[in-house]
C-alpha cells in the first residue's frame, strides 16, 4: 500500500511563512501527478494546488494563488508546499494526496496541521 | 469557484438506502466527467469512493455507486451498514481547478 506522509505543520503567526513536506515512494514522486488539500476545522476538504510528475506545471487554488508555491525533490522523494503571507483562514489540516489521470485522488496521506495565530 | 451543494445530512437504517445529491454547474458538474466521491471518518484523512462519476476503485464494495444528470450528481449507499456512517464529499474538476462539495452527513439509524 502506498504511503504518503506529510510534516512541517505548527503554529505560526499571522504573516508568517511555513514549509510543509510530503514523503511518498520514489515511484510516486517520479511519475504521478500530486496535490494539496486542505480542512479546516469543522469545514470540508478544500483543493490547494496540484502539480505535474516533471513540475512543469502547477496550478493553484484562487484562495492560495501567490502566497503558495508547490515543488519536488526527487532526490529527497519529498513535495513541499511553501505557505507565505499566512492568515487565520490558512488554519487547516493539510493533506497531500496522489492525482491520478483521471483527475480522482486517490492515495491521502495523514495530514499535517497547521494553525495561524498570535 | 463556489463549492458544490450537497444537503448537510442524510439517514437510513441498516439494510436501507441513501442517495446523495451533489449540485454544480455548467462549469464543473456538467461539463466534465471527473466527478468523485469520497468517504471521511473523524479524524481520518478522506478515502476514494467513486472516481469518473461511477467507476469504483479496488477494494470499495459495490454497495457504492455513482450517476450524474446534468449539473448533478449523485451517490447511492445501498445496504447501509453502521461502518458507513461518515461524511461524504463530491468533488469535481473545473478546467485546472478542482471544487469540493459541502459535505454530507450520513447517520446509520
Known amino acids: 500500500e502506498v504511503q504518503l506522509v506529510e510534516s512541517?505543520?505548527?503554529?505560526?503567526?499571522?504573516?508568517?511563512?511555513l514549509r510543509l513536506s510530503c514523503v511518498a515512494p520514489g515511484f510516486i514522486i517520479s511519475n504521478s501527478w500530486m496535490t494539496w488539500v486542505r480542512q479546516s476545522p469543522?469545514?470540508?476538504p478544500e483543493w490547494v494546488a496540484s502539480m505535474k510528475p516533471d513540475g512543469s506545471l502547477q496550478y493553484y487554488g484562487d484562495s492560495v494563488r501567490g502566497r503558495f508555491?508547490?515543488?519536488?525533490?526527487?532526490?529527497?522523494l519529498s513535495m513541499y508546499l511553501q505557505m507565505n503571507s499566512?492568515?487565520?483562514?490558512?488554519?487547516?489540516?493539510?493533506?497531500?494526496?496522489?492525482q491520478d489521470l483521471m483527475h480522482a485522488f486517490d492515495t491521502w496521506g495523514r495530514g499535517t496541521l497547521v494553525t495561524v495565530s498570535s | 469557484q463556489s463549492a458544490l451543494t450537497q444537503p448537510p445530512s442524510a439517514s437510513g437504517s441498516p439494510g436501507q438506502s441513501v442517495t446523495i445529491s451533489c449540485t454544480g454547474?455548467?462549469?464543473?458538474?456538467?461539463g466534465y466527467n471527473y466527478v468523485s466521491w469520497y468517504q471521511q471518518h473523524p479524524g481520518k484523512a478522506p478515502k476514494l469512493l467513486i472516481y469518473e462519476v461511477i467507476k469504483r476503485p479496488s477494494g470499495v464494495p459495490d454497495r457504492f455507486s455513482g450517476s450524474k444528470s446534468g449539473n448533478t450528481a449523485s451517490l447511492t449507499v445501498s445496504g447501509l451498514q453502521a461502518e458507513d456512517?461518515?461524511?461524504y464529499y463530491c468533488k469535481s474538476f473545473a478546467g485546472?481547478?478542482?471544487?469540493?462539495?459541502?459535505?454530507?452527513?450520513?447517520?446509520v439509524l
Open chain 1, 8 to 17: 512541517g505543520g505548527g503554529l505560526v503567526q499571522p504573516g508568517g511563512s
Open chain 1, 42 to 44: 469543522g469545514k470540508g
Open chain 1, 69 to 76: 508555491t508547490v515543488s519536488r525533490d526527487y532526490a529527497r
Open chain 1, 86 to 98: 499566512l492568515t487565520a483562514e490558512d488554519t487547516a489540516v493539510y493533506y497531500c494526496a496522489t
Open chain 2, 25 to 30: 454547474t455548467i462549469s464543473d458538474v456538467g
Open chain 2, 85 to 87: 456512517e461518515a461524511d
Open chain 2, 96 to 107: 485546472i481547478k478542482f471544487v469540493f462539495g459541502t459535505g454530507t452527513k450520513v447517520t
